[in-house]
């Protein structure tokens, strides 16, 4: 698609989109073109500016630098984590009915760990269990 700026006898500008020049000649000759400000099909192309793109530098390879406050920030966050799954109780997929369980006082109270789907999640917290999701981070998936 090629976008045109146009201009109409009554000198209104506006622009308009075509596949191709030969596309917005041929609507121009059959009248197709039209002003959408007066309604006149006495269009013409107007002046454009070209589009220019500057030379764009290539994509870092290697992830954004942290200044020392981020990377604190983010160690005593991997610690925290760490600390949790250590003392947590992985109960996988059953995190959503064991956590109802101990809600409920069905179950010993204690910290678990465990997957939930979006909806398990949703009903758990429109229920007042609380829960909170753990970050992972790119050594935890290798």
Do not use: Y
Not at 30 to 52: D, I, N, Q, Y
């Amino acid at each position: 698609m090629i976008r045109f700026s146009l201009q109409c006898d009554k000198d209104h500008g506006f622009e308009g989109w075509f596949a191709s020049n030969a596309d917005f000649e041929a609507q121009n000759r059959r009248g197709l073109v039209e002003c959408p400000l007066c309604g006149s099909h006495t269009v013409e192309k107007a002046l454009m500016a070209p589009a220019v793109v500057a030379k764009q530098e290539a994509p870092a390879t290697r992830p954004l630098a942290m200044d020392p406050h981020q990377r604190e920030v983010m160690q005593k966050l991997r610690e925290m984590v760490k600390a949790i799954r250590q003392n947590a109780e992985d109960v996988g997929e059953r995190f959503a009915e064991e956590a109802r369980k101990i809600h409920l006082g069905e179950a010993e109270a204690r910290g678990i760990i465990g997957q939930a789907s979006s909806e398990e999640a949703r009903s758990l917290i429109e229920d007042g269990i609380e829960i909170a999701p753990l970050p992972e981070f790119p050594e935890d998936l290798s």
